[in-house]
């Protein structure tokens, strides 16, 4: 779960608890610990508010025991839960419910590189996977992580890690280190000679390969 997942998860805890409770507030009790350590946070963001020493002696009254804590929501944070709630969801694309594929998160700084390699697809010999390019053309950007969302079959992010590999040989190899980190793929130049040399122009390799995703590669768990 992502970082805005997480707080929007904890607002809608304490939306409905304090709704619950009738009184707005949602008491140390009533919440899961995971919860507890993110209210700090939100209180930081104008979010969350917390019960001052006269709110607590209230909610000790109401609740006949000893209340040393409760949160609530601004109304910032209500806002949030309502606009959250009411926000339209993006029917998911074939390729996101494929379960042959997998999601591939980039950074901008792989993306980049990424868009130099399909753009070069006419004057590779390796070229890129077939559909590798119209994946990139169609990703979306998570901007509250800065990621770029790629849904992509095995053969493509092979193809991605030969992509980030050209990269890292002529300037940067932070985004190979970084996918081979994340996906356990690395391009392998020792192995992909061992499965022959690839196809040149479209025509059959002396091994028999074929000319799309020859990018040899390992994993690397």
Known sequence: MRSWERALSVL??????????????????????????????????????????????????????????????TPYGHDTVAYAQSRPRPEPTPAETDPDRQLVELIPSQMAALRVFVGLAGGLRVPPAEGL?????????????????????????ASVAYGLWLHRMTGSAAEANRFAREYGIVHSPALAADEGPPAVDGLPSPAGGAAQGSAGVSGRG
């Not at 993110?38 to 209340?67: I, T, Y």
């Not at 390019?133 to 992010?157: F, M, N, Y």
């Open 12 to 73: 809608e805890a304490l939306c409905e608890r304090g709704q619950a409770a009738g009184h707005g507030w949602t008491l140390d009790t009533e919440l899961l610990p995971p919860h507890l350590q993110q209210v700090n946070a939100l209180v930081s963001q104008g979010l969350v508010e917390l019960a001052c020493r006269e709110d607590c002696a209230e909610l000790s009254a109401l609740e006949g025991r000893p209340v040393r804590w409760a949160a609530r929501l």
């Open 133 to 157: 390019a119209e994946q990139v053309r169609s990703a979306s950007c998570d901007h509250g992580i800065k990621r770029w969302r790629l849904h992509l079959t095995p053969e493509q992010i």
